[in-house]
T-cell receptor
Framework: NAGVMQNPRHLVRRRGQEARLRCSPM?????VYWYRQLPEEGLKFMVYLQKENIIDESGMPKERFSAEFPKEGPSILRIQQVVRGDSAAYFCASSPQTGGEQYFGPGTRLTVT | QKEVEQNSGPLSVPEGAIASLNCTYSDRVSQSFFWYRQYSGKSPELIMSIYSNGDKEDGRFTAQLNKASQYVSLLIRDSQPSDSATYLC?????????????FGSGTQLTVLP
């Protein structure tokens, strides 16, 4: 019974490049959440998606960040023109229902050089 | 601004003692409450969920919820060195039609052998 999968686990990008982070939810889960954790800081909500729909993106920076969860395939968090301040751990979580328990993937650690 | 606050720690207890972790939240309509454990460099792991007032026990862990006081706690009995981690309190905040988890900043627990 596979858990939430994220890839890549580590990603290094130079300033100005694009970063694409992927998340496959647990089997049977249709709700996906993305969180960011800066070094020595807490988890911050970014975006909540269901299949083909963005439900809540109130935590997402207005520029350079976008997310999708297509009908087929994983959810993708895309960061364009990365800056050093984007260096963080990005976690994806999934749940079977809104308001329910969320299970986290292993995270993608993004380093911008 | 919906907030979740945890006692700042760090907290140290001797092996075999009871560790008590506390959390308060500001949103009166919150309905779901969770405790996650996060080891350094790892992703959050769900250890307890609680939805109604009172106590909920699972092995060495007991979650306590008091909605009138907007307070939720986690007790760890017979603490072990392997319990040393950061414990995150999370509350399901209702924002519009969506629900998102808001996390506290975490309490770092060290269990001393």
């Amino acid at each position: 019974n596979a858990g939430v999968m994220q890839n890549p686990r580590h990603l290094v990008r130079r300033r100005g490049q694009e970063a694409r982070l992927r998340c496959s939810p647990m089997k049977g889960h249709s709700h996906v959440y993305w969180y960011r954790q800066l070094p020595e800081e807490g988890l911050k909500f970014m975006v909540y998606l269901q299949k083909e729909n963005i439900i809540d993106e109130s935590g997402m920076p207005k520029e350079r960040f976008s997310a999708e969860f297509p009908k087929e395939g994983p959810s993708i968090l895309r960061i364009q023109q990365v800056v050093r301040g984007d260096s963080a751990a990005y976690f994806c979580a999934s749940s079977p229902q809104t308001g329910g328990e969320q299970y986290f993937g292993p995270g993608t650690r993004l380093t911008v050089t | 601004q919906k907030e979740v606050e945890q006692n700042s720690g760090p907290l140290s207890v001797p092996e075999g003692a009871i560790a008590s972790l506390n959390c308060t939240y500001s949103d009166r309509v919150s309905q779901s409450f969770f405790w996650y454990r996060q080891y350094s460099g790892k992703s959050p792991e769900l250890i307890m969920s609680i939805y109604s007032n009172g106590d909920k026990e699972d092995g060495r862990f007991t979650a306590q919820l008091n909605k009138a006081s907007q307070y939720v706690s986690l007790l760890i009995r017979d603490s072990q060195p392997s319990d040393s981690a950061t414990y995150l309190c999370a509350v399901n905040i209702l924002e519009g039609s969506a629900r998102q988890l808001t996390f506290g900043s975490g309490t770092q627990l060290t269990v001393l052998p």
